[in-house]
């Protein structure tokens, strides 16, 4: 198997990555979403990818759309990191759809409602060129931040790009 970096992409043969994760094939809900949490809060949101796409695998039918979500807004966040903005704002889109309906509730503990806030704010910003995303996004990555809006002026601030919070 190919090394990659932290943010998932291939190096070059030889080169040492980020060792790939050893996890069960399927976590339970709180153990996907906290070891996620922790990927995301550290800095490797492709990581957290891949627990919430096992857990969307495994997943019933009834919750198998809100681990699909989950994995879309873990690749879009992958995505901004890697300086891809187009990409990981059509990503992050099609999660906040996919969160929406369960943003009455909170199956699994997850704050789905907040989920959706933090797209369209992060979404804001990238659009209006407030996004910071810089070559130390890791380092912005592992400072967690809240699910809504900054509470200075949203219109003038910068936004560092950071995780979500998944459960409330």
């Given at each position: ?9 291939p190096?070059p ?5 980020v ?6 094939a399927?976590?339970?809900p ?19 990818h891949?627990?919430?796409e096992a857990a ?10 809100l ?38 509730g909170?199956?699994?503990?997850v704050?789905a409602?907040g ?13 209006d060129?407030?996004?910071a ?5 890791a380092?912005?990555?592992?400072r ?8 200075d002026?949203?219109?003038?601030a ?8 998944l459960v409330r």
């Amino acid at each position: 198997m190919r090394s990659r970096d932290a943010l998932g992409r291939p190096l070059p043969p030889g080169t040492a990555g980020v060792a790939p994760l050893e996890l069960p094939a399927a976590l339970p809900p709180p153990a996907a979403l906290a070891a996620a949490q922790h990927l995301l809060d550290t800095g490797l949101p492709f990581q957290a990818h891949e627990v919430l796409e096992a857990a969307w695998k495994s997943a019933g039918d009834d919750d198998r759309a809100l681990w699909r979500a989950l994995t879309q807004l873990a690749v879009g966040l992958t995505q901004l990191a890697r300086g891809n903005v187009p990409g990981g704002l059509t990503v992050l889109a099609r999660a906040a759809e996919g969160l929406t309906p369960y943003a009455d509730g909170h199956l699994h503990g997850v704050d789905a409602a907040g989920l959706v806030r933090w797209c369209e704010h992060t979404a804001r910003a990238a659009l209006d060129g407030r996004l910071a995303i810089t070559d130390s996004t890791a380092t912005d990555l592992s400072r967690p931040g809240g699910n809504g809006a900054p509470a200075d002026d949203p219109s003038s601030a910068t936004v560092a790009l950071r995780p979500p919070r998944l459960v409330r």
